[in-house]
């Protein structure tokens, strides 16, 4: 399922070598966090959050029924 969230997400940033992203498995679910940075955020969430609502309907409808759920959320990469 990360592949398919990098594979969208790769589509939309411009600043790939700055995304990164953390995978957080608990019993129910599987929780894929994307860090972008501050000019990638509009694009991959997209007007009134149309892409990123687009993104979770995908992968909601990849996850196999018996499988754990799966969610997905974008934050902006914290500076450094």
């Known amino acids: 399922m990360l592949e398919l969230v990098k594979y969208i ?4 940033a411009e600043d790939k070598e700055n995304i990164s992203y953390e995978v ?3 019993e129910e679910a599987v929780t894929i ?3 972008l940075s501050d ?3 509009g694009k991959v969430i997209g007007k009134q959050g149309k892409i ?3 993104l979770r309907t995908l ?5 196999p029924k018996d499988s754990k759920k799966y969610n997905v959320e974008i ?3 914290s500076a450094e």
Not at 9 to 12: A, C, G, L, P, S
Not at 59 to 63: G, I, P
């Open 9 to 12: 997400v790769n589509r939309f």
């Open 24 to 26: 957080e498995e608990t």
């Open 33 to 35: 966090t994307v860090l």
């Open 39 to 41: 000019s990638d955020m």
């Open 52 to 54: 990123a609502k687009a």
């Open 59 to 63: 992968v909601r409808a990849a996850t």
């Open 75 to 77: 934050k902006e990469r």
